[in-house]
């Protein structure tokens, strides 16, 4: 499976202008899809930023930075509250960049691939893998939100 991991990709004072940023966006609550059994648990939320500048720099940085010449679709960022989770989806595009801002790590579940493969949320941390490769978010057992943001790409 082809599953691309990077640390450490966006240096301190960019990354803390990131979180920041994560404090004025606006948030709609979104189910997992893919569970079948609806609960609790399977709300989150999600921000839209196709037009953040921030979020559209951050998307070509990764782009210069990782050689990848895949075309911006659309982007957003997930939260998932203390003790939820995602359902196994695969996601729109070709190709999907995921990155972990959160400073605080411990705990927060990770996302996991269909197939078993578990990346762990780890700050700083860029993930690009093929857009119908199945994977959720695992269950976040901190306290805290647990961010991501998403980028959807097309060949």
Known sequence: MDIKIFDNVLENSFLEFIREELDILTWITQQSQSTSSKTINDLFFR?????????????????KKYNLTNKFLRSYVNCHPPQSS????ND???????????????NKGGTEFKDGTKVDYKTNRLIIFDAKILHKANINL???????????TLR
């Open 142 to 152: 901190s306290n805290e939100m647990r961010y991501s943001i998403a980028w959807k």
């Open 92 to 106: 729109d595009g070709d190709m999907t960049l995921l990155f972990y801002p959160d400073k605080n790590e411990k």
């Open 47 to 63: 921000s839209s930023q196709e037009n953040f500048f921030s979020h559209q720099f951050l998307y070509n940085f990764f782009c």
């Open 86 to 89: 995602g359902g196994f989806h």
